[in-house]
Every structure is written in C-alpha cells, then in structure tokens.
C-alpha cells in the first residue's frame, strides 16, 4: 500500500503564476516531510521539508503547507520559473525513530512554460 | 554535487547475472540508503544501513542483498537479474540514525538487463 500519494502525475503552470504541488500521506507516525526536486539524468536534490509541529514553512519562492488533520501537505512556488521545470517528489519520514527512512510518492512533473 | 558518489553510472547486464552498485556517502554521514526507481514508479526504499549495521529494510528482493562497510561506503548485490530489475538505483546518506533530516542522493546507477 502506498504510504505518500501524490494524485497528479502532471501539471502545467504559466511562467510567473503560481504552481502548487499536493501530497497525501496515511500513515499517522509520519511527523517530517520533505519535497525533492528531481531533474532527468540527475539524483533528488532536497528543496524543503517541515515538522508536524508547524504548519507552514518558507524558504524564498516556496512554501510547504502541512495539514495534520486532513494529513495533506502541499508545496507552493510562486512565481513559477520555467526553470522549475522537473519532477517533484513528496516525502516523508517518522522522525527520531530509530531505522526509519523517507519514504516517497510517485512524483508530479511540473512544467512551466514562458 | 551532492557528495556522495555513485558507480557505475550505467550497467548493462544479462539475464541470470549478478551485478554490484557502489555508493560512497557524503564525508561525514553515517547512514546509508538504497532506493530503487522504476518506469512510472516513484523511489522505493530497498534498505537503510547506520555504521555498518542493517537498519531497516524495504521492498528489498530476497535475491537483492547490501552491506556497509567500515569506511562507510555501501554496496548493493543484486542476483538472478530478470527484465523487470531495469531500473534507476540511488544511493542517498545522511548524518543520522533517524529521520528527521534530510537525505542527500548520489546520481544514480542505471541498470538494463536484456
């Protein structure tokens, strides 16, 4: 069963609006979460991650929103830039468990265009 | 550049084979993980070393195997490969035993079995 799900496979935004990337997560241990942005032919590289104990986080043109409640978390790039481009990838974590490890969802390709 | 390193880069492989992929962490980072990336398949955790020592494991293959050496760096035994093996491997590492950090990648290793 799939623990972190992200529903859209694709999206498309235009240069300069906003693009906004969502997760679901079933499993109520989770309590670190983080988005990766993956380019083709390279590994994830880290782009920002939030605790449970907050509810949002910001770093420049992006913002990670966490709902516990609903166990969604959504990441926000405003404005989008067409180097944005690439696969986004949701994960998450039971932290300070010892042997645990991020676990991912399928990825969302966001394409912005100019 | 992530630090951490991966060899080799590409893999071609029969049928039957067994092969070894090879992950060096970042200086510093005792954790190691394997992820395995197949077509339309997001990252999925094979297993998860801390010092040398198993930690935990993931959807890992009874004829799939790995290990941490004393200089920190892993290696990943896959055997009996069939087709469906083809897939994008990464190696990530972090500081910590836990999750509550994030994980950096190597490249990858991309494997084709034919």
């Known amino acids: 069963d799939q623990q972190v799900k992200q529903n859209s496979p694709s999206l498309s935004v235009q240069e300069g609006r906003i693009s906004i990337l969502n997760c679901d997560y079933t499993n109520s241990m989770f309590d670190y979460f983080l988005w990766y942005k993956k380019y083709p032919a390279e590994g994830p590289t880290f782009l920002i991650s939030?605790?449970?104990?907050?509810d949002k986080n910001e770093d420049g043109r992006f913002t990670v929103f966490l709902n516990k409640s609903a166990k969604h978390l959504s990441l926000h790039i405003v404005p989008s830039q067409p180097g944005d481009s690439a696969v986004y990838f949701c994960a998450a974590s039971a932290a300070n468990q010892a042997g645990t490890a991020l676990i991912f969802g399928k990825g969302t390709t966001l394409s912005v265009s100019s | 550049d992530s630090g951490v390193t991966q060899t080799p880069k590409h893999l071609i492989t029969a049928t039957g084979q067994r092969v070894t992929l090879r992950c060096s962490p970042r200086?510093?980072?005792?954790?190691v993980y394997w992820y395995q990336q197949s077509l339309d398949q997001g990252l999925q955790f094979l297993i998860h070393?801390?010092?040398?020592?198993?930690?935990a494991k993931g959807n890992i293959l009874e004829r799939f195997s790995a290990q941490q050496f004393p200089d920190l760096h892993s290696e990943l035994n896959l055997s009996s490969l069939e087709l469906g093996d083809s897939a994008l491997y990464f190696c990530?590492?972090?500081?910590?035993?836990?999750?509550?950090?994030?994980?950096?990648f190597g490249q990858g290793t991309r494997l084709t079995v034919v």
């Open positions: 990530a590492s972090s500081v910590v035993r836990t999750g509550s950090t994030e994980a950096f």
């Open positions: 939030i605790s449970s104990i907050k």
């Open positions: 200086s510093g980072d005792l954790s």
């Open positions: 070393y801390y010092n040398g020592e198993e930690r």
